[in-house]
């Protein structure tokens, strides 16, 4: 099994940053894609973005290009989501998802593992 562990989440302004990490632990080995979706209440599950170990690339929503940034690092199965720019519309929890499969899928119904989540909530 694999286990998810986010950090990181908080209480911003409109305007503000926040990073999110998460952490993954367990059989990590062939895990090739990490990424994250949100859900803000009475929503749907929606995907951030994602990376792909085995090919470096990434996939973000267009709700959130050119203002947030996925990295992390394939070696310590960890990854990371800078937020700039943060948006009202931007609040909701937060899940770190990975996959054994090397597609980044823009579906939940893709990913095999999830962490808790962790609550991003930006005031305006």
């Known amino acids: 099994q694999v286990q998810l562990v986010e950090s990181g989440g908080g209480l911003v302004q409109a305007g503000g940053s926040l990073r999110l990490s998460c952490a993954a632990s367990?059989?990590?080995?062939?895990?090739?894609?990490m990424g994250w979706f949100r859900q803000a209440p009475g929503k749907e599950r929606e995907f951030v973005a994602a990376i792909n170990w085995s090919t470096g690339s990434t996939h973000y929503a267009d709700s959130v290009k050119g203002r947030f940034t996925i990295s992390g690092d394939n070696t310590k199965k960890t990854v990371h989501l800078q937020m700039n720019s943060l948006k009202p519309e931007d609040t909701g929890v937060y899940y770190c998802?990975?996959?054994?499969?090397?597609?980044?899928?823009?579906?939940?119904?893709?990913?095999?593992?999830w962490g808790q989540g962790t609550q991003v909530t930006v005031s305006s």
């Open positions: 367990g059989r990590t080995l062939g895990l090739a894609v």
């Open positions: 998802t990975a996959n054994a499969g090397t597609i980044i899928y823009i579906s939940a119904r893709g990913y095999d593992y």
